[in-house]
């Protein structure tokens, strides 16, 4: 199914960011909204795209090419009329289009999973699908926005001034070829927008809609709007599955650093996992001196290391550059750098206490610490199915080395993380053991 | 959808085997005849089932009682009849049946996946569907197997004394109801056998057929198939991720364990991984002592362990009694115990020699050992796709341990361990990410 992008128009409104960018160009996060609009509808399954270009097309044709890029195919169309009604943009697509097909707003950010949805339905005798809003949110600009009125799972009238409402228009359509023509019908009445097209098909009892739910949209029409949108993307970050340090400590952090990261530089998800596994080296070696000071600087780093270990996940989420084996072999290396780095404590300890029963502690603190992560892969999905906030994690473990290592106390660390790991594996095995459905 | 199975004959030809009970209790692998047939429906989806009896019908239905310690649903029909044709069996539970069903007999065993791939099949006009063999298998009895002609995807003619023929009549049928017409019209006829209604839905053109393709399937008539059955089932526990050491020496030994267990015991799959658990305990106890003759029995233990750890997945699998927590703690149980085997490895070595390099050669080998296990979770997902035959994994390093024990070569042991757990690690990371859809 091809998805087809209207990028004409001018965005006065939101000059001041883009400079003098065309709209669509606006930068938000390292990419540019149109990419944006790119590679969510690429994620939800779309490789195929027509873009209308109007307003400075020239820019935008050059920033993303034949799509090639990001593994996906574009094509474009020019409407030289951009300067009236959006509904001219979709028609000059027209010979591009031979079945049904998905419409997108080059400045509408949505959820994948919205269009995932919207993909599933069938037109089932209709010849439209209008992904609608029916809560009422703060951020939506309702002056500006386009209103429907619904009856059934019908759609029976759409305008910027309908006085009464029952949703907002998100956007984001499936459509059948007839669009073509109920387009036609509405410029012969002297209306020239995508709202008319719809109110044709509306009147005809050929418009349906799908309510977006809780999923998330927004209209990126001005700098307020572009600052709600960066929020909603940074706050989604954070993950289910963090644990509470990550959540409440190592997020604060590592999120500006990626947001800075992904704006300022080209620097892959990869490049990220491995120089959080060298600071993580870098703390084995500090402690490896068994001096306080040492000692101290390598817990540091460790929390460090395993701040910096969330900016890879992010910056890969908020790229669209995430991977299974990237997100494999950063686990992989995590758990080399925590069992060098409970390496690094029992070799400086010993080197200055010759205390044996360092190596006993340390061993069952790194092999308890590993297979937490060895027993998370499959209580995590049991963890979602009963909802438990709480999660025993790296986050925590590497926490209480920092702590440990503030106050010189490397062998109690050690003693207190071999037994708290252990004893949530063994945590984990009998919690799960009571699940029903294993 | 429910399944009929037919379960009224008397099974003359393998009396001496099933002794006074009737044929369908016959035992194999600690399970009779037809509880296999109710558990391989179980495991394609079926969960109602009726069963016709006949012969000694009482000793079934108290065998089976109700069907709930199987976790489905039992009705029985009985025949009277039952000497007479099986036509007669299945025409006895029309009133039972009231949709599309699935017949079985309650001799033939199969692969769930064929029953699997035939629930997916549409009937698409016709009333009828036969599993058949295209193949000619030595395990068959052509003499007494019961033949089709095919054309295109109907059959067309069946029975046992067809002079041609295309395939063998496997027992396995999705039916409509219109079956228990044609079976009133065969009897008319004077043919009160199935393969005489089967004849009647072929002659109108409503019978189609399904190729078993590789799928297994046996008819149990006599004692040689039972041996072939069993022998079977007994080669199809060996996994395609074993490992070399476990393919050609632990299933040897592990799977003789195992079918002595089902056969005179009842005990499950959990218990056995407990055990395989203790056994490593006792090793790396006796290995702590750090004293030759320790040493080497310790590894003549962990390698036992080794082979133990084998039994409870092979009983799981011969008695369908599978699941994804006792894979799991197996699992779990399985990283610990390799852990303590080294730690005992280590401390004996400590005690003895004191020498602390020990502690970091084991550390590593532990950890190393470990995180082949964590990595193999992705990577087999992987050496599945490529078809990669040599696997590194738990029984090449506990037949390492137990090579180096017997030489007294601990300390070498671990090195070896240390390096080869972690180069291993490192080639599937490496590996890995060469994968294209990766």
Redesign the interface.
């Known amino acids: 199914m091809k998805a087809l992008i209207i990028a004409a128009g001018e965005g006065k409104r939101i000059r001041d960011v883009s400079k003098n960018l065309p709209k669509p160009l606006t930068p938000l996060l390292g990419l540019s909204l149109i990419e944006r609009v790119i590679l969510s509808a690429k994620s939800a399954g779309i490789n195929d795209f027509v873009i209308v270009l109007g307003y400075k097309g020239d820019k935008i044709r050059e920033k993303l090419g034949d799509g090639s890029k990001y593994g996906v195919s574009i094509e474009y169309v020019e409407n030289k009329e951009w300067k009236k009604g959006n509904g001219l943009s979709v028609l000059s697509a027209e010979d591009k289009i031979n079945e049904n097909f998905i419409l997108l707003m080059s400045d509408h950010l949505f959820d994948p999973d919205v269009l995932r949805e919207l993909r599933r339905r069938k037109l089932a005798g209709a010849d439209g699908i209008l992904v609608i809003d029916r809560g009422r949110r703060d951020h939506i600009d309702l002056e500006d926005a386009t209103k429907v009125r619904i009856r059934d799972d019908m759609i029976v009238d759409i305008g910027k001034n309908l006085d009464e409402f029952d949703g907002i228009d998100c956007g984001i359509f499936l459509f059948s070829e007839r669009i073509f023509d109920a387009l036609k019908e509405s410029l012969k009445r002297g209306d020239d927008t995508l709202s008319g097209g719809v109110r044709v098909l509306a009147e005809n009892g050929r418009m349906r809609f799908m309510d977006i739910g809780n999923g998330f949209w927004i209209d990126i029409d001005t700098r307020e709007s572009l600052k709600f949108a960066e929020k909603h993307l940074l706050k989604s970050l954070i993950k289910s599955t963090d644990g509470p340090i990550s959540r409440y400590i190592n997020r604060k952090v590592s999120i500006p650093i990626s947001k800075f990261l992904v704006e300022n530089t080209r620097v892959s998800p990869n490049a990220i996992s491995i120089v959080s596994f060298l600071i993580s080296l870098l703390s084995a070696f500090l402690f490896s001196f068994g001096q306080w000071l040492y000692i101290a600087l390598a817990g540091l780093l460790a929390q460090f290391s395993s701040i910096i270990d969330g900016c890879d996940g992010e910056i890969a989420r908020l790229k669209f550059r995430e991977?299974?084996?990237g997100a494999?072999?950063d686990s992989?290396l995590d758990?080399?750098a925590d069992?060098l780095v409970i390496?690094g404590m029992?070799?400086g300890h010993?080197m200055v206490h010759t205390d044996?029963m360092i190596?006993?502690w340390?061993?069952?603190a790194?092999?308890g610490g590993?297979?937490n992560?060895?027993?998370a892969?499959?209580f995590d999905q049991i963890v979602k199915r009963r909802k438990i906030k709480y999660r025993f994690g790296r986050d925590i473990r590497l926490f209480i080395i920092m702590l440990g290592s503030i106050v010189n106390q490397v062998f109690l660390t050690l003693i207190i993380l071999a037994f708290l790991t252990n004893i949530e594996?063994l945590r984990r095995?009998i919690i799960?053991?009571k699940?029903k459905d294993?």
């Open positions: 991977s299974e084996y494999w072999m992989v758990r080399y069992c390496f029992m070799y010993w044996f190596w006993i340390g061993f069952f790194a092999v590993v297979l992560s060895y027993t892969i499959k594996n095995v799960s053991s699940q294993y």
